[in-house]
């Protein structure tokens, strides 16, 4: 059983910084891709930064220049840097991992975490 584990929301005042982490445990032989989503109240999920194994890697519009992501294939974990954040960031941040391969799924199935929420305000 993969599972999913993000960690690292909080509450945060305009302009500051979070970082969020995300590690994948299971018997996990490969990921393709990892990345972030995000939720606001009243608001559709939306795609914030996704990394594949060879570390290409996707931003939105919105969240390019201000947010990083970065993964560890060896450790199975993706980390999101958040800086200059302002209250439209404020969302449930969900951590994916797309085509994870385990000796019960050697095709590949795709797993979220359950969600970390991060408040912009001040």
């Known amino acids: 059983q993969v599972q999913l584990v993000e960690s690292g929301g909080g509450l945060v005042q305009p302009g500051g910084s979070l970082r969020l982490s995300c590690a994948a445990s299971?018997?996990?032989?490969?990921?393709?891709?990892m990345g972030w989503y995000r939720q606001a109240p009243g608001k559709q999920r939306e795609l914030v930064a996704t990394?594949?194994?060879?570390?290409?890697?996707t931003y939105a519009d919105s969240v390019k220049g201000r947010f990083t992501i970065s993964r560890d294939n060896a450790k199975n974990t993706v980390a999101l840097q958040m800086n200059s954040l302002q209250p439209e960031d404020t969302a449930v941040y969900y951590c994916?991992?797309?085509?994870?391969?385990?000796?019960?799924?050697?095709?590949?199935?795709?797993?979220w975490g359950k969600g970390t929420l991060v408040t912009v305000s001040s």
């Open positions: 299971g018997s996990i032989f490969s990921i393709n891709a």
């Open positions: 994916y991992a797309e085509s994870v391969r385990t000796l019960k799924t050697p095709a590949g199935m795709d797993y």
């Open positions: 990394i594949i194994r060879g570390g290409t890697t």
